[in-house]
């Protein structure tokens, strides 16, 4: 097997794993702030992480101590674009929108994944890709707006919610760019998620004493198992194996490549969510699902040929 089909199969665990990652988020919010909520799910990816690279890299250590100042601001900036900032602002907005419109949007990152492949990694962008992106990032606006048409108010949480998600979107590419750069200095997938998790932790951990004092004496007790299940489920799998098997994909394929599967996670989450939330699926979020799709199929004829 080559290590591109081993890289399209990690990829659709991924998928598999991030599409139902947004109904649970959901759900979780029920029970857990989301400052609360990713406190402690990076601190179970975290404590799973860091015996794997010690026992897979016992030289990890003299590996670190190569590093320049300046690797270290890019592991730290990478590692908050794509945890804390990037998560922040998802959760948040699942807080406010629904588990099928916030899937949906930020299934559409790879549209700029691609642009910023094309522009900071000089990746090769036909001109019908770029087209495809611009299709799919109107249809991704429809998404956004679609609580204003359907309420007539300029401003809804749903929208807040919306635009939020978006704006993760634009993290989490920031978050791809830079991965992408470490990989090809050699840097271990494992290494570089094991670093974003933990900064993730350290970090959200700090805003959690800053803006929630009160929730060191947080009572997990009182919390249903099925919530920390929904922790525990993005903690080990969303977290620390989909992360990875991400970080490894893209060692052996393009950063947009490797992005434009994210589009795929809504047909995992759409139906999930319909079936366990009860969500409904409205005309506008067709015609905005359409309009993605057909961005999609123009962005991918390069891989189709």
Request: glycine fraction near 6%; proline fraction near 4%; hydrophobic fraction near 55%.
């Amino acid at each position: 097997m080559t290590a591109r089909s081993k890289a399209y199969i990690y990829l659709i665990i991924t998928i598999v794993v991030w599409g139902a990652a947004g109904p649970v988020i959901k759900n979780t919010l029920n029970y857990f702030d989301p400052v609360v909520f990713l406190t402690y799910r990076f601190f179970i990816t975290s404590l799973v992480l860091i015996p794997l690279i010690l026992f897979f890299h016992p030289h990890i250590l003299t590996t670190l101590n190569h590093l320049t100042a300046k690797d270290w601001l890019i592991f730290i900036g990478s590692s908050l674009l794509g945890t804390t900032i990037q998560l922040l602002l998802l959760f948040k907005g699942f807080e406010l929108t629904t588990a099928i419109d916030g899937t949906l949007i930020f299934s559409t990152s790879p549209i700029f994944s691609v642009l910023a492949g094309w522009w900071l990694l000089k990746e090769r962008v036909t001109y019908r890709e770029k087209l495809g992106a611009l299709v799919a990032f109107l249809g991704s606006i429809v998404i956004i707006v679609k609580p204003i048409l359907e309420t007539h108010k300029l401003f809804s949480g749903s929208s807040l919610g919306n635009l939020l998600i978006l704006l993760a979107n634009f993290a989490w590419v920031g978050h791809s760019i830079i991965s992408k750069t470490q990989l090809r200095n050699n840097l271990s997938p494992l290494l570089i998620t094991t670093a974003n998790f933990f900064i993730g932790f350290i970090s959200m951990l700090i805003i959690l004493l800053f803006i929630h004092p009160s929730s060191i004496r947080y009572t997990l007790s009182a919390i249903p198992y099925s919530a920390h299940l929904g922790v525990i489920y993005m903690a080990l799998l969303s977290g620390a194996l989909a992360y990875f098997l991400f970080q490894k994909a893209q060692k052996s394929i393009e950063t947009s490549e490797a992005n434009t599967f994210l589009f795929l996670q809504p047909v995992v989450a759409t139906p999930l969510a319909f079936l366990w939330l009860g969500e409904k699926v409205s005309t506008t979020f067709i015609v905005g699902s359409v309009i993605i799709g057909l961005g999609v199929i123009l962005s991918n004829l390069k891989f189709k040929r």
